[in-house]
C-alpha cells in the first residue's frame, strides 16, 4: 500500500475507534487522522512482530484493517490517559 492509501486507513480507522471509544474526545478531525494514521502504523508494526502475522499489501484486507482500527484505539486510549477527555 501507498502512503495516500496508508493515510486513508488511518482517517477511517480512526473514524472508527474513536465512534466505539465513548465520550467526549479532546482532538477534532486532524488530531483524529493523525491518531488513526498513526494507529495504523502502530497497529500494523505490532501485528507483524508479536502476533507473527504481517500487514498485506492488499487495502480491503480485514486483518489490517482490524490491525488498524486496534492501533487506533490504544493510542486514543493512551491519549485519554495522558490528557484527560476534555477539550480546553
Given at each position: 500500500m501507498g502512503i495516500i492509501?496508508?493515510?486513508i486507513l488511518g482517517l477511517l480507522a480512526g473514524a472508527v475507534a474513536k465512534t466505539l471509544l465513548p465520550g467526549r474526545?479532546?482532538?477534532?478531525?486532524i488530531g483524529t487522522t493523525l491518531?488513526?494514521?498513526?494507529?495504523?502504523?502502530?497497529?500494523?508494526?505490532?501485528?507483524a512482530h508479536f502476533l507473527d502475522r504481517p500487514v498485506e499489501r492488499d487495502f480491503f484486507d480485514?486483518?489490517?484493517w482490524g490491525a488498524a482500527v486496534a492501533g487506533s484505539l490504544v493510542l486514543l486510549i493512551g491519549q485519554r490517559i495522558v490528557?484527560?477527555?476534555t477539550r480546553e
Open positions: 492509501s496508508w493515510i474526545h479532546p482532538v477534532g478531525l491518531i488513526g494514521v498513526a494507529g495504523a502504523f502502530v497497529g500494523g508494526w505490532l501485528s480485514p486483518y489490517t490528557f484527560g477527555t
